[in-house]
């Protein structure tokens, strides 16, 4: 059996190792394991736990609990993050220790009821600036929502200069060493986990480091991988390198840039996408970029995904599909934050259409905004069909800048035009 | 069925709608910016701003008041100066926001005429 962790006279780590984990929530890969890191902070008036572990691992956590302390000393729980990989044990911990008080961010509190399914729930909501004393130690709370669930918040123990960070500037790797001047390296993973969890939120994150940055820090202690004890600030900076613009942006502020992405099998997607330039540069302060995506790399693309204002993907329809490509760049939307970003589709078909609307149900399950139907063009397009192109990149444009003429509907044919869609669906997929 | 007109700002979009129709209903599928999650009434990420009209949609309930004061004080500009919650709320609630002005919009049904945006 392992062994606790001192951190200090004071602070220890109680937590588990999982070297045998492989993938996390199904679609994080973890060539070495994590661990599951868990806190008990001693001051003279009681002891704190932040954190625990997962269900699996409660076993590990509490043979470390017992040996740094005895369930009736427990006078708080802190809970940073609320997934079931840090409150798996709760529910036995609040049994065992029934005294102990539950500490959770503001925007905790509905999710700690459905997770505990429990009426005569008592704990204390905190944001940033509110305490809890332990005597002669203070824990101090800082509201870091949506880092990377909506509940995360960050504690700070004042007297030591402690930062238990939940899962911001954790990662998955496993080694028994723990201290990050002990371990292997785990550069990778750092960048790895900040890339797949942290990214989609990144003003979250830097509303974050706003908080964090001024704090003295001797130790950043998060709820994944190594102790950060040499150099803590360095992974602060990181944090801060990370979640800067990653291209320098030429654009002024009064502009905003449009990216159509497209494929074509025969050409005849090309030449839509480039109607639908030319109608987009048409509306005065857009700037248009046009990208095949035959010829680019998804890595790229979503970069200038992550600072455009607004998307337009093109894909002929093939097979009653669109093409790999375009469903490829789609699925890197996850690893960014695209909410609320104009977006479109468009293509060509040679017998049915069902590319564009499958394309776009998938952008607005990503929740883009979709203003405007994609246009669908049979086979070649004909003059008029290429000025219907023309006519759609001029009015996405004139979304983009919030210069569209107003429009009056009936709720029915709103409804309607989406129905089609559904309908469209359910037969590709039958 | 008895009519109303709901203007998203935002899009410059007009819907007419049987009297009873959730903003919800509409929003996602106009392509306003009023964003969506749990669609229950939970989260508060529907929040939106009401321009004109607000006589003219549903009741505020119990519910959707607390989490409205419960979002708000994650959003509010300042809100970290102040550090203090109840502070906010009771500015709120004098400035009358909650209920007048902000609705969410999974919760909230259409009476009368209204003129929307997202916040
Ligand atoms: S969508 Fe969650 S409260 Fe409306
Ligand atoms: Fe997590
Ligand atoms: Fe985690």
């Excluded at chain 1, 102990?100 to 944001?127: E, G, H, P």
């Excluded at chain 2, 203090?84 to 259409?110: D, P, S, W, Y």
Aim: charged share 25%.
């Amino acid at each position: 059996m392992t062994q606790p962790v001192w951190l200090s006279e004071r602070v220890q780590w109680i937590g588990a190792f999982d070297p045998g984990m492989r993938s996390f929530d199904i679609i994080l890969k973890t060539p070495n394991g994590t661990t599951y890191n868990a806190y008990a902070v001693r001051g003279s008036e009681g002891v704190a736990v932040i954190d625990t572990v997962k269900a699996e691992c409660a076993e590990q956590f509490f043979a470390h609990l017992e040996a740094v302390a005895r369930y009736d000393e427990i006078k708080v729980i802190i809970l940073n993050h609320l997934e079931p990989d840090h409150t798996g044990a709760l529910p036995e911990l609040m049994r065992r220790a029934p005294q102990a008080k539950l500490y959770i961010s503001q925007s905790a509190q509905l999710m700690l009821k459905a997770l505990l399914n429990r009426k005569d729930l008592d704990f204390t909501a905190v944001i940033t600036g509110d305490t809890v004393s332990l005597g002669d130690r203070t824990l101090r709370f800082l509201h870091t929502p949506y880092l990377h669930w909506p509940d995360t918040q960050c504690t700070y123990l004042e007297e030591e200069f402690i930062l238990f960070s939940g899962d911001v500037f954790g990662c998955h790797f496993c080694d028994k060493r723990l201290y990050n001047d002990k371990v292997g390296d785990f550069r990778f993973a750092f960048e790895y986990y900040y890339t797949h969890i942290m990214r989609p939120f990144r003003e979250h994150v830097i509303n974050a480091l706003a908080l964090i940055e001024p704090l003295t820090i001797n130790i950043i202690a998060p709820t994944h991988g190594p102790i950060l004890r040499d150099q803590p600030t360095r992974y602060i900076e990181r944090y801060r390198e990370l979640s800067a613009q990653r291209l320098q942006n030429e654009i002024n502020a009064e502009e905003k840039t449009l990216i159509v992405f497209y494929i074509s099998a025969y050409g005849s997607t090309t030449q839509m996408a480039e109607m639908i330039r030319e109608g987009a540069e048409q509306v005065p302060g857009v700037r248009v970029s046009l990208y095949d995506m035959e010829g680019g790399d998804t890595d790229l693309f979503v970069d200038l995904v992550e600072d455009a204002d607004g998307i337009l993907v093109g894909s002929p329809t093939i097979n009653g599909d669109a093409v790999k490509p375009a469903w490829d760049l789609l699925s890197s939307f996850a690893k960014i934050n695209v909410r609320g970003k104009l977006a479109g589709a468009f293509g060509s078909y040679g017998w049915s259409g069902e590319a564009v609307r499958m394309l776009e149900d998938r952008l607005r399950g990503l929740k883009m905004r979709l203003p405007l139907e994609g246009v669908r063009i049979k086979l070649i397009p004909s003059l008029e069909e290429l000025e219907q192109c023309r006519q759609y990149g001029l009015e996405a444009a004139e979304h983009l800048m919030g210069v569209n003429a107003p429009r009056v509907l009936e709720m029915a044919d709103l409804l309607a035009a989406r129905k089609q869609t559904t309908e469209e669906l359910s037969v590709v997929t039958i | 069925m008895a009519k109303a007109k709901v203007t998203f700002s935002d899009v410059n979009v007009t819907v007419n709608v049987p009297v009873g129709t959730r903003i919800i209903e509409l929003s996602e599928a106009v392509g306003s910016y009023i964003a969506y999650n749990c669609r229950e009434g939970d989260c508060g990420v529907c929040l939106f701003e009401v321009i004109k009209g607000q006589e003219n949609l549903s009741e505020l309930s119990k519910e959707e008041k607390a989490v409205l004061l419960a979002r708000f004080h994650e959003i509010m500009e300042g809100w970290r100066a102040t550090n203090n919650l109840e502070a906010l709320q009771a500015k709120m609630q004098r400035e009358n926001f909650i209920g007048k002005h902000c609705r969410l919009a999974c919760q909230t049904q259409v009476f009368g005429d209204v003129i929307v945006a997202p916040i």
